[in-house]
């Protein structure tokens, strides 16, 4: 048996207030489902620019100064993820959703807790807006 790729992917957890962004998930993997921002790093791209990158790309917004916050294994379908999640507060602007999110908004973490969001991404919630 050979060994799952691992391919490095990023997310973005953008905080404004006591709310933080989600998108909802427009494909694959974790269709459907509410999750910070990101995906997967593109050749010759840092962590940070891929970061920088996906947020723009799937809500519109960009990041002042983004901070390394964690970093998890995710499994997926038919690949596994090196997941690096950055931390940031919001600048200015509203999220509008793009590229595969069918959805974008700031939510509080009772929000969160109704929607179906990710667990790795509620326990980030949990952390950052004091649960």
């Known amino acids: 048996m050979s060994a ?4 490095a992917a990023v997310s973005v957890a953008l905080q404004r207030g006591d709310r933080l962004l989600l998108v909802r ?10 999750a910070f921002p990101g995906g997967r790093v593109e050749d010759g791209e840092t962590l940070e620019e891929a970061a920088r990158r996906e947020l723009t790309e799937e809500t519109g917004l960009a990041a002042g100064t983004l901070s390394p916050l964690v970093r998890m294994p995710v499994e997926g379908d038919e690949v596994d ?7 940031g507060h919001h600048a200015a602007g509203e999220p509008i959703a793009a590229d ?5 908004s700031f939510f509080t973490l009772a929000e969160m807790e109704r929607l179906p969001v990710l667990d790795s991404v ?3 919630g949990r952390g950052l807006l004091g649960k």
Not at 4 to 7: A, E
Not at 81 to 87: H, I, T
Request: hydrophobic residues 45%.
């Open 4 to 7: 799952r790729k691992i391919l």
């Open 25 to 34: 998930r427009g494909r694959a993997p974790s269709l459907g489902s509410y």
């Open 81 to 87: 993820y090196d997941l690096q999640v950055f931390f």
């Open 100 to 104: 595969d999110a069918a959805e974008a």
């Open 122 to 124: 509620l326990e980030v």
